[in-house]
């Protein structure tokens, strides 16, 4: 009896190793980041700008995870400023440390903060200086964070321009820092009111009526007698 032979029909495994795109992966990572989004949208552990905004708290976890943060602390440390994703600069400088770079504060004073990186295998050191001064020049000191904590605000500054000189790789995605982006608290410049007086139309002049002049009749004659005898 002769056997036959069959081909060989490739596991339901194999096959799904073979048409499992990447693209595939993440977009069933996204369905499931919106479960978990819906869920959050409605609680107290999102900030006012993803309150009710299950897409915007979804893209918050997707960009974390991106960048290695877990969807909680995606949505505790991004947020969106001007329509662009940023985060806090202890978030960024927490995200490069745990990369193995080293960031560290040299210098925080309420005029002046200096912040120094170093990354991992590298003997340079970057260090990034904020004074009030340049943030005068730059025209931040009128903004609200900057008149009650300027030291702070300067460490922020500092810090992130560290952070993207020696770890830019890390930061992908999310380069700035939200203080860098946070505009909010400028004050609105002030228009002066124009003082408005009433307005006199003066009506158009009408041209002058013709003076019709009475037109003097000529006189009769008078009668001529005859003449006496």
């Given at each position: 009896m002769?056997?036959?032979?069959?081909?060989e029909?490739?596991?339901s495994?194999?096959?799904?190793?073979e048409t499992?795109?990447p693209?595939?992966?993440?977009?069933?990572?996204?369905?499931?980041?919106?479960?978990?989004?819906?869920?959050?949208?409605?609680?107290?552990?999102?900030s006012?700008?993803?309150?009710?905004?299950?897409?915007?708290?979804?893209?918050?976890?997707?960009?974390?995870?991106?960048?290695?943060?877990e969807?909680?602390?995606?949505?505790?440390?991004?947020?969106?400023?001007?329509?662009?994703?940023?985060?806090?600069?202890?978030?960024?400088?927490?995200?490069?440390?745990?990369?193995?770079?080293?960031?560290?504060?040299?210098?925080?004073t309420?005029?002046?903060?200096?912040?120094?990186?170093?990354?991992k295998?590298?003997?340079h050191?970057?260090?990034?200086?904020?004074?009030?001064?340049?943030?005068?020049?730059?025209?931040?000191?009128?903004?609200?964070?900057?008149?009650?904590?300027?030291?702070?605000?300067?460490?922020a500054?500092?810090?992130?321009?560290?952070c993207?000189l020696?770890?830019?790789?890390?930061?992908?995605?999310?380069?700035?820092?939200?203080?860098?982006?946070?505009?909010g608290?400028?004050p609105?410049?002030?228009?002066?009111?124009?003082?408005?007086?009433?307005?006199?139309?003066?009506?158009?002049?009408?041209?002058?009526?013709?003076t019709?002049?009475?037109?003097?009749?000529?006189?009769?004659?008078?009668?001529t007698?005859?003449?006496?005898?």
């Open positions: 002769t056997e036959l032979i069959r081909p029909t490739p596991s495994e194999l096959v799904q190793a499992y795109h693209l595939m992966q993440w977009a069933e990572g996204a369905r499931a980041a919106f479960g978990i989004a819906q869920s959050l949208a409605k609680t107290a552990f999102v006012p700008t993803f309150k009710g905004k299950p897409e915007e708290i979804t893209a918050a976890i997707l960009t974390g995870q991106e960048v290695g943060l969807p909680l602390s995606a949505l505790r440390s991004i947020d969106i400023i001007s329509g662009t994703p940023a985060m806090r600069a202890h978030a960024l400088r927490g995200l490069v440390q745990s990369r193995g770079h080293d960031v560290w504060v040299e210098k925080q309420p005029e002046e903060a200096i912040v120094c990186g170093q990354r295998g590298s003997e050191v970057q260090k990034s200086v904020w004074t009030l001064k340049r943030a005068e020049r730059l025209g931040l000191t009128s903004r609200d964070n900057w008149r009650k904590q300027p030291e702070a605000m300067l460490v500054r500092a810090t992130a321009e560290v993207r020696i770890a830019s790789d890390v930061l992908l995605g999310l380069p700035y820092a939200i203080e860098e982006l946070d505009e608290d400028a609105k410049p002030k228009t002066a009111k124009r003082k408005t007086e009433p307005v006199v139309v003066e009506a158009p002049a009408l041209p002058d009526e013709p019709t002049e009475p037109v003097e009749e000529p006189a009769e004659p008078e009668p007698l005859p003449d006496a005898a």
